[in-house]
């Protein structure tokens, strides 16, 4: 036999080899890629949210918020409780508090489990004399760190909501004009 001949057996012998081994390694790593994929596109299997994602989740931990009475808000719950923050628009008043009203009647429909959802409005009060008795199921609170402002609405008696998880990573997005009833079915999925 011919040593020159032998080599080039020897060599095509191991390409061939290494083809093959790089073959399987891409049938494991192309499903692991695909997923990458949709969930950084914003798809998340097997869930249906009537909000939109904050993608990337923001870490609200840090985030300082000073309730009416002086304390100071954490986002991070012991009891592992699920906030829904009100973020309202300039001059909150009639639609704004029916928006509000809307979310207070959903987390009532929780019926035990209403207490595992804690009620956050982040901004000045609406003064209206219907909003009154409402606004004693939210915690009235202020921040002066922008984390969220650009989920505020800017349009006059409007309001718009984030769903923040127990670990304080703001979760869902709500914006004016939100359906009551698929928050309400996001709200009952998630605190289950």
């Given amino acids: 036999m011919h040593p020159q001949w032998m080599k080039r057996?020897?060599?095509?012998?191991?390409?061939?080899?290494?083809?093959q081994l790089l073959g399987v390694a891409a049938l494991f790593a192309?499903?692991?890629l695909v997923g990458v994929a949709l969930v950084l596109a914003g798809w998340m299997p097997g869930t249906k949210s009537y909000g939109l994602p904050i993608l990337p989740q923001r870490d609200?931990?840090?985030?300082?918020?000073?309730t009416a009475d002086g304390a100071r808000f954490e986002w991070r719950?012991?009891?592992f409780d699920w906030t829904l923050a009100?973020?309202?628009?300039?001059?909150c008043a009639e639609r704004c508090t029916h928006a509000l009203?809307?979310?207070?009647?959903?987390?009532i429909t929780l019926n035990q489990n209403a207490d595992k959802v804690r009620l956050l409005y982040l901004g000045a009060p609406p003064d209206?004399?219907?909003?009154?008795?409402l606004m004693r199921v939210w915690q009235i609170s202020t921040s002066n760190v922008s984390v969220l402002e650009d989920l505020r609405p800017h349009t006059r008696d409007s309001l718009a909501a984030v769903l923040v998880m127990p670990d304080g990573a703001a979760l869902t997005h709500y914006p004016p004009g939100f359906d009551p009833d698929g928050l309400k079915k996001d709200l009952q999925k998630v605190v289950r």
């Fill in 9 to 19: 057996t020897d060599m095509q012998t191991r390409t061939r080899r290494r083809l």
């Fill in 30 to 32: 192309a499903p692991i």
């Fill in 60 to 66: 609200l931990t840090s985030v300082p918020v000073q």
């Fill in 77 to 79: 719950d012991r009891t």
């Fill in 86 to 91: 009100a973020l309202p628009g300039p001059d």
């Fill in 101 to 107: 009203d809307m979310i207070h009647r959903a987390r």
């Fill in 128 to 133: 209206a004399p219907a909003a009154r008795g």
